[in-house]
T-cell receptor, first 112, second 116 residues
Framework: AQSVTQPDIHITVSEGASLELRCNYSYGATPYLFWYVQSPGQGLQLLLKYFSGDTLVQGIKGFEAEFKRSQSSFNLRKPSVHWSDAAEYFCAVGSGYSTLTFGKGTMLLVSP | EAGVAQSPRYKIIEKRQSVAFWCNPISGHATLYWYQQILGQGPKLLIQFQNNGVVDDSQLPKDRFSAERLKGVDSTLKIQPAKLEDSAVYLC??????????????FGPGTRLTVT
């Protein structure tokens, strides 16, 4: 069965500092990996995805993520966090028709 | 391009009452999903449609939940009777085929259900 672990429930980062959110997955085949962001009262917005090819993927809002097969990880990074990045971030794994399995999310707090 | 539409955005009901949610996917998206997101957790799939056929409903509590997708476009999700533990955000998503066996899901704003 596929699963996603986001080990950090909350993370606080100072505005302008760099960010890394961790994601580890378990999946029997080649995974398709996603990061979504959810602001309060909103649905999920796709930040980026990995299907194949280059293991470093670029997304919207200056985010990037790196797929590391040997570590079963897909960590999300941003070099300089803005106050508007405060939200909840979800990592998900899926493949083809199969449904997405989400992690429990990491709440990002941005301090001034 | 219009996004996934859902209504209502908020609903408060008493336990044992019934409730229905509506979803209109992005035009041309053949696959539609309903997720349940309980506070503090990630979304969990309830049911997946491909056009108007069910692909996966293994996690749908069928004794109280039902869903349909008439004509392969709009969908409704119903709960009857509701329980306190059904309090959650119900998210609808739709997807299209990206190639290489991959689908990309787009989510609606969700319906926040409170059962008292």
């Amino acid at each position: 069965a596929q699963s996603v672990t986001q080990p950090d429930i909350h993370i606080t980062v100072s505005e302008g500092a760099s960010l890394e959110l961790r994601c580890n997955y378990s999946y029997g085949a080649t995974p398709y990996l996603f990061w979504y962001v959810q602001s309060p009262g909103q649905g999920l917005q796709l930040l980026l995805k990995y299907f194949s090819g280059d293991t470093l993927v670029q997304g919207i809002k200056g985010f990037e993520a790196e797929f590391k097969r040997s570590q079963s990880s897909f960590n999300l990074r941003k070099p300089s966090v803005h106050w508007s990045d405060a939200a909840e971030y979800f990592c998900a794994v899926g493949s083809g028709y199969s449904t997405l399995t989400f992690g429990k999310g990491t709440m990002l707090l941005v301090s001034p | 391009e219009a996004g996934v539409a859902q209504s209502p955005r908020y609903k408060i009901i008493e336990k044992r009452q019934s409730v229905a949610f509506w979803c209109n996917p992005i035009s041309g998206h053949a696959t539609l999903y309903w997720y349940q997101q309980i506070l503090g957790q990630g979304p969990k799939l309830l049911i997946q449609f491909q056009n108007n056929g069910v692909v996966d409903d293994s996690q749908l509590p069928k004794d109280r939940f039902s869903a349909e997708r008439l004509k392969g476009v709009d969908s409704t999700l119903k709960i009857q009777p509701a329980k306190l533990e059904d309090s959650a955000v119900y998210l609808c998503a739709s997807s299209f085929y990206k190639g290489q066996g991959a689908y990309e899901q787009y989510f609606g704003p969700g319906t926040r259900l409170t059962v008292t």
